[in-house]
Each structure stands twice: as C-alpha cells, then as structure tokens.
C-alpha cells in the first residue's frame, strides 16, 4: 500500500473553498485508531449541511432531519443584576423556546423569580397574560407536605410578570432552578402557550416544587423575554434553546 505523508492537503485551486474529494464510490477512507478528524461542518454527497459547529463544542445548526436534541442559542449569565433579558434568536427558527434557569439566587429574602415578554415591536414586558399556578411543598423538619392552588399568584387577563416560583431564600446556598417551555412565539395565528416547573429553597427552609402554565393572549409574534426577581438584583445562569 502507498501512503502520502503531509501536513496540510488543500484542493487543486488553493482558494480552498472548492471540495476536497477522498476516494471514490465503493471505496472506504479510513482513520486510523487514535488520530481525529477535525472539521466544522459536515455535509452529505449531495452539499447538504447535516452539522454545523461554532469550534468551541457547540452545535450552531442541524439538518431538519436530525433535529429532535434542543440547539442551545444563548446563555445569560449574570452577578447582582436586576433582569436578565432575550432580546434576540426568538424568531421562526424553532417551534419550541425553552429556558433553563439554573442557580438563580435573589439578593433579597423571600423574592419571586417571574417573567415577561414583549411582542414584536413592542417594549415595556407588560403583554396580556392568563395562568395558573400551584405548587408542592416540604419542610427540612420533615413536616407541612401539602399542595396548593395559589389563586394570588395566578393572573386573568393581567399585564404583571408572572412568578415561576414560591418565595425564594436568599441566604449564600439558598436558589432556585427549572424550565420555561414556550410554543411557537413566531406564529401569528395562535395564542402563545406557555409552561414552567421550577424548584426552590423557601425562605423558611422549605423545597417549592412550583407548576406554572398559561398563555399570552395575543396573535403577536413574542420576540423578547425578561426574567427577574419580584424585589431587588440576583445572581444566576439562564440558557435558551431551541428545539
């Protein structure tokens, strides 16, 4: 067998951009245990994209017919802040939002982690919403189990940030975490759906399993969402992907 040793092969042209083909039909081009091959972008005979990478392990974008694993589009990662905001990449490129708020701990004691969202072309994260919103709960003691429905923290055609969680300590191991999944925010058909689960540390040392769900009641595409706490700044991570 004959073997080419380089370190660098280009295409006939050294412009590069032109294919490089390997072998040819019915042949197998093998690489050899313990090397890589390391590429960006890998594509079928045809040119088609099947992945794309960004060089730093993240999968920018995928074949519609690979898709089914979320596309992570941004993270939010923020240190005493008073919001943490979505401004961009909510637009028809997926069905299907989801935000995962990961150590979200509030500056003061006892605050709710809420959210709300702008229509396009509007400002102001005061869109009208309904919800519902329950919640289970357990003491550190080991007592008080019980579930609620929390008529207080629901909403009927109102304009406030809907709260994602229960009162959440604010003591250096105390946080909240969960999901926000929102359905088609780019269509302008429907009402927006929405619903979260979030879990967190009660101010009185308790854990909150908190279901929150609703839909905005416009037929305006949602571009934007705002998270923030019902009083003052917080720390945390919030990732937004698409699926």
Known sequence: MSRVYSDTVLPEDSGVSQDLTLGTTGDTVQVTSGASLNVNTIKDAGGNTIFTSDGSGNVSSVNAGMAGAPALITTNTFTNQASSSFTSGIDSTYKVYIFKAININPATDGAFFSFQANASGQT??????????????????????????????????????????????????????????????????????????????????????????????????????????????????IKMYGL
């Open 124 to 237: 102001g994260f005061n869109e009208t919403i309904t919800t519902t919103f329950f919640s289970a709960q357990h003491s550190e003691a080991g007592t008080d189990g019980s579930i609620s429905y929390h008529t207080a923290y629901d909403q009927g055609q109102g304009t406030a940030y809907q709260y994602l969680t229960r009162m959440t300590g604010s003591d250096a191991d105390q946080c909240c975490a969960g999901e926000l999944y929102l359905f088609n925010p780019s269509g302008t058909t429907y009402v927006k759906q929405f619903y979260a689960v979030f879990n967190n540390n009660y101010h009185g040392d308790y854990s909150m399993n908190v279901y929150t769900a609703g839909y905005f009641n416009i037929t305006a595409a949602i571009t934007q969402l705002d998270f923030k706490m019902s009083s003052g700044n917080m720390d945390g991570d």
